[in-house]
């Protein structure tokens, strides 16, 4: 059984240029050989700028975290949404990993910045 990483990274404001990074995180999971959850996929079906939207996507991501075995927080900024989950993460002892750029390149090579 693969371990269960939850994507922790910014969404908001630029929502299509951060879905294009998630994509980038999530297959540094894959190629770390975990079974990533990721959230930010709900952002294709709901509209990130409408706030209750935002909030049913939140909340259904938050509701994963209780499985995963941990975090992996990702980009240089973290925002109020993603201090929420790691707030949550602390609070349920889910280990939280800061990932860095380098360690991405490591795995993925010139891909990181594309």
């Known amino acids: 059984m693969l371990k269960k990483v939850y994507i922790c990274a910014p969404l908001g404001g630029n929502v299509r240029e951060n879905l294009r990074q998630v994509r980038k995180y999530t297959e540094y999971a894959l190629r770390c050989g975990t079974a990533p959850v990721v959230p930010h996929f709900y952002a294709l079906c709901l509209n990130d700028n409408n706030h209750k939207e935002r909030e049913i996507g939140m909340k259904a991501g938050?509701?994963?975290?209780?499985?995963?075995?941990?975090?992996w927080?990702?980009?240089d900024v973290v925002s109020k949404g993603m201090q929420k989950e790691i707030d949550?993460?602390?609070?349920?002892?889910?280990?939280?990993?800061?990932?860095r750029d380098s360690e991405m390149r490591k795995k993925l090579g010139g891909k990181t910045n594309e």
């Open 62 to 71: 938050q509701s994963l975290l209780w499985f995963c075995d941990e975090m």
């Open 73 to 75: 927080v990702f980009g």
């Open 88 to 99: 949550f993460c602390k609070t349920m002892n889910i280990r939280v990993r800061y990932v």
